[in-house]
C-alpha cells in the first residue's frame, strides 16, 4: 500500500493543503504548506464528519501562528488533531 494523492485545495489565502489517501482503505492524510512553509501533518485517520472544516481551522491556526512571528510553530515534530 501506498500514499496518492487526491487533490489539493486551496482553501484559505496562503495556504495548500494536500489531501491524500492510502491505497487499499479509507484512510485520509491532510498536510499544510503555509506562507511556503510544507509539511505541517494535519490530520492522518479515517473520513470524519466535517473534516475539511477541522482542517481548515487548524491551517488557520497555523497561519496566524507564522504571520505573528511565533517560531515554536516549526519546532513542534506535528500539529495532528486527534479523531
Known amino acids: 500500500m501506498s500514499w496518492k494523492k487526491l487533490a489539493v ?3 484559505l489565502v496562503g495556504c495548500k ?6 491505497e487499499g482503505t479509507d ?4 498536510t499544510a504548506t ?3 512553509w ?10 470524519i464528519e466535517n473534516i475539511d472544516q477541522i482542517v481548515i481551522d487548524k491551517t488557520r491556526e497555523i ?3 507564522i504571520d505573528n512571528g511565533d517560531d515554536s510553530v516549526f519546532f513542534e515534530s506535528a500539529l ?3 479523531p
Open 63 to 65: 497561519r496566524e501562528r
Open 38 to 47: 510544507q509539511n505541517f501533518k494535519i490530520y492522518e485517520g479515517k473520513l
Open 80 to 82: 495532528p488533531i486527534k
Open 17 to 22: 493543503i494536500t489531501e491524500s489517501y492510502l
Open 9 to 11: 485545495h486551496k482553501w
Open 27 to 30: 484512510i485520509r492524510r491532510f
Open 34 to 36: 503555509v506562507r511556503g
